[in-house]
C-alpha cells in the first residue's frame, strides 16, 4: 500500500523572489487598495499605519531588516529544497489555491483535483509580463519558466483521490487539464509554479494538484471542511494499491497582505499539535484576502495528523514591506 512519509509546506509570496530593495513597489498598490482585512476589520493604508503605529512597523520594514529578512528566507527556502531531495518520494500531493489564472467567476470550483497524465507551466510572453501589475514582475521567474515545460502527474492517483473524496461526501471537481484562465493563459498557478521551480529546482516529481478555492466567496471552505479534506486525502493514500512513498506539500500563507503576528503564531502552534479544534475556533473574518492561502496547509494538515510525522518549522519571517504593515509572514515547515 501507498504510505505518506514527508510532509512539506512553504509560503510562495512574490517578497520572496524579489529583491529587498525593490519591495516597495507593490507598497504602491498598497497605498491605492482601500480595503485592506485586518482582523475583524476593513481599512485605508493610512488607517492601518494609524491602527499599528505601537508596533514599530517602520523599523520593520526598513531596508536594513528586508535585507535581513529576505537572506532568511532564502536560506529556509534551500532548507526545505534539500530536504526534499533527500527524501526523494514517489509521488507528491500538492495541495494550492488558485488566484483567477485557472477558474473564472463564471465558475470556481470549492475543491478540484487534476488527473491528467501531465501538467504545463505556461511561460509569459512579452505581453502578459508587462500587464502584470507592479513589482510583480520582477518575481515572476520564480512561479514561470522562460519556455513552457510540462511536468508528470500521476493520473492513477489523482483518479482514485476524486473516487475516494466522493465516497467521503466531498464534491470534487476533476480537471484532465487545466482550463483556460481569465488572461487566456492555460497553465499552472503559481502557487504551484513556486515549488516546482524553487523547491524541486525544476526537477520535477510526478505529482497530483489539489486546488482548494480559499479566496473567493461564495464558495471558500470552512476551516472544518479543509480539514476534512486533508484526512479524506490521507485515507485515500492508505488504500491506493502502489507500493509508493508519498508527499504531502502545501503552498500558500502565512498572514497577508497584512501580517498578523498573532494569528500566525496561534495557527502554526495549533499545527504543530494537530489540534483540529484550536483552528476551528479562529473566526473565519481572519481567513481573507491570501491569509485565506492558510487553509491550504490546514487541509495537508489534515492528512499529515493520520500519520506519526512530527513538524519542524523551519523559519517564520514576518516580511514587512510598509509602515502600515503590509507583506507576508513568511512560514517554512517540514513533517518527518
Known sequence: MARITFGLATSHGPLLSTPPDKWDLRVQADRKNPAHPFRGGTYTFDELAELRASEDLARQSSPEERSRRHAA?????????????????????????DQREIFKDSLTPAFSILHGESVDNVALDEARLAALKPGLALAHWANVPEETVSYPCVPELGEHLIASLMNDGFDIAAMKTLPEGPNGRRGLPHAYGFVYRRIMNDVPIPAVPVVLNTFFPPNQPTVSRCFGLGQSIARAIDTWEKDLRVSVIMSGGLSHFVIDEDFDDNVLSAMKSNDKARLEKIPSHFFRSGTSETKNWIAGIGALAETELQMTLVDYVPCYRSRAGTGNAMAFATWK
Open 73 to 97: 528566507c532564502q536560506s529556509a527556502i534551500a532548507k526545505l529544497a534539500d530536504a526534499l531531495k533527500s527524501e526523494a518520494p514517489d509521488v507528491v500531493v500538492l495541495i494550492g489555491n
